[in-house]
């Protein structure tokens, strides 16, 4: 077992909404992260999937402390980083770093690409051998960009070449773990196995550890060798790869499962779960279990206590789940309409 490297404790993070004409005071709450725990170990790549607003970019903000939380426990090394200050968090500024969903906006338009990715060594005060532009060119070379294109912009560039940008600047400090958020999703699919690939070779030849967030199961699939699926604001499976997709035991991974594609096209077609009603909102969510409201298990039970996120008997070693009746058939109830086309 690798040594733990970020650890995320009963996270929390709400944002106020406020109302009111003249005098605007706060009248609720987003409950974008509601007490979520969550290990990376070092050189280890973990996914977190889930839905559009259930939580993961905040998540991943939040681990890289570009937001503050509201409430719980953020640990790096071992070392709290919860509230910590710009001058404490400087030290370890460096040792994480982030991929951007978007590779036209997380560039500045105005900056050549030997600026962009110059920038972190410079803020940081860091000049490694040989000169910042030498190392520039280094990092565009291992991106698989020719380093001759360092005083280029970045609309001289497709959204592949600038997403390599990206992890270019993200490399610069050598960091020990980086958070990449969705950095796939906005590119055409022809590119993103590519940029898949170079992560992975990265993660292999320089042992960076990854948290991976996206939608995209089969992507989650090739790059992590665990997996957490978030439910408006919580975690409500964590497992190894293979236990997640070949044995999952909560409902809502049962039906994200269900809608994945079927590659082979010759084989038995499985059962597509199509949840009834649409995703509460996170300002008011339900009481007791959050995925009570499209269940077919849920019972009296789902809606008076959160179920723990533990591990059941049966399970692999570290595989946990948050459910009351994670043994319960897995699609019959009224709640679930099978697709005829699929099932």
Same mark, same amino acid.
């Given at each position: 077992?690798?040594?733990?490297?970020?650890?995320?404790?009963?996270?929390?993070?709400?944002?106020?909404?406020?109302?009111?004409?003249?005098?605007?005071?706060?009248?609720?709450?987003?409950? &974008?992260?509601?007490?979520?725990?969550?290990?990376?170990?070092?050189?280890?790549?973990?996914?977190?999937?889930?839905?559009?607003?259930?939580?993961?970019?905040?998540?991943?903000?939040?681990?890289?402390?570009?937001?503050?939380?509201?409430?719980?426990?953020?640990?790096?090394?071992?070392?709290?980083?919860?509230?910590?200050?710009?001058?404490?968090?400087?030290?370890?500024?460096?040792?994480?770093?982030?991929?951007?969903?978007?590779?036209?906006?997380?560039?500045?338009?105005?900056?050549?690409?030997?600026?962009?990715?110059?920038?972190?060594?410079?803020?940081?005060?860091?000049?490694?051998?040989?000169?910042?532009?030498?190392?520039?060119?280094?990092?565009?070379?291992?991106?698989?960009?020719?380093?001759?294109?360092?005083?280029?912009?970045?609309?001289?560039?497709?959204?592949?070449?600038?997403?390599?940008?990206?992890?270019?600047?993200?490399?610069?400090?050598?960091?020990?773990?980086?958070?990449?958020?969705?950095?796939?999703?906005?590119?055409?699919?022809?590119?993103?196995?590519?940029?898949?690939?170079?992560?992975?070779?990265?993660?292999?030849?320089?042992?960076?550890?990854?948290?991976?967030?996206?939608?995209?199961? &089969?992507?989650?699939?090739?790059?992590?060798?665990?997996?957490?699926?978030?439910?408006?604001?919580?975690?409500?499976?964590?497992?190894?790869?293979?236990?997640?997709?070949?044995?999952?035991?909560?409902?809502?991974?049962?039906?994200?499962?269900? &809608?994945?594609?079927?590659?082979?096209?010759?084989?038995?077609?499985?059962?597509?779960?199509?949840?009834?009603?649409?995703?509460?909102?996170?300002?008011?969510?339900?009481?007791?279990?959050?995925?009570?409201?499209?269940?077919?298990? &849920?019972?009296?039970?789902?809606?008076?206590?959160?179920?723990?996120?533990?591990?059941?008997?049966?399970?692999?070693?570290?595989?946990?789940?948050?459910?009351?009746?994670?043994?319960?058939?897995?699609?019959?109830?009224?709640?679930?309409?099978?697709?005829?086309?699929?099932?």
């Amino acid at each position: 077992m690798n040594e733990t490297l970020l650890e995320l404790k009963d996270l929390v993070k709400h944002f106020p909404v406020r109302g009111g004409a003249l005098i605007k005071r706060q009248v609720g709450a987003v409950h &974008a992260v509601d007490g979520i725990d969550l290990t990376v170990g070092e050189g280890e790549t973990v996914g977190l999937v889930g839905e559009s607003g259930c939580g993961k970019s905040t998540s991943g903000r939040l681990a890289a402390r570009l937001l503050e939380p509201t409430s719980g426990k953020i640990l790096y090394r071992g070392q709290e980083i919860s509230h910590s200050s710009r001058r404490q968090l400087k030290p370890i500024r460096s040792e994480i770093q982030m991929i951007f969903q978007d590779p036209y906006s997380s560039l500045n338009p105005r900056h050549t690409v030997g600026t962009i990715i110059r920038g972190p060594m410079e803020v940081n005060d860091i000049n490694p051998p040989g000169g910042r532009k030498k190392r520039v060119q280094e990092l565009l070379e291992i991106v698989g960009l020719n380093p001759e294109h360092f005083n280029r912009f970045p609309h001289e560039f497709s959204g592949g070449q600038r997403q390599r940008i990206g992890i270019a600047r993200a490399l610069a400090l050598d960091p020990k773990l980086i958070i990449a958020d969705e950095p796939v999703s906005a590119l055409d699919v022809s590119i993103q196995a590519q940029v898949v690939n170079l992560l992975q070779e990265l993660q292999r030849d320089l042992g960076i550890a990854f948290l991976f967030i996206a939608h995209d199961l &089969a992507i989650v699939r090739h790059f992590s060798q665990r997996v957490a699926v978030m439910y408006l604001g919580k975690i409500v499976e964590v497992g190894d790869r293979q236990s997640i997709y070949e044995r999952p035991r909560h409902p809502y991974t049962h039906a994200l499962l269900s &809608a994945v594609p079927e590659p082979d096209v010759s084989s038995e077609p499985r059962e597509r779960i199509r949840l009834a009603g649409d995703v509460p909102s996170p300002i008011n969510p339900p009481s007791g279990c959050r995925f009570r409201t499209r269940c077919w298990k &849920a019972q009296d039970k789902c809606a008076t206590e959160v179920p723990p996120l533990v591990r059941l008997s049966g399970n692999r070693e570290g595989h946990l789940t948050a459910c009351h009746f994670p043994d319960a058939p897995t699609t019959q109830g009224e709640d679930v309409v099978l697709d005829p086309a699929l099932a």
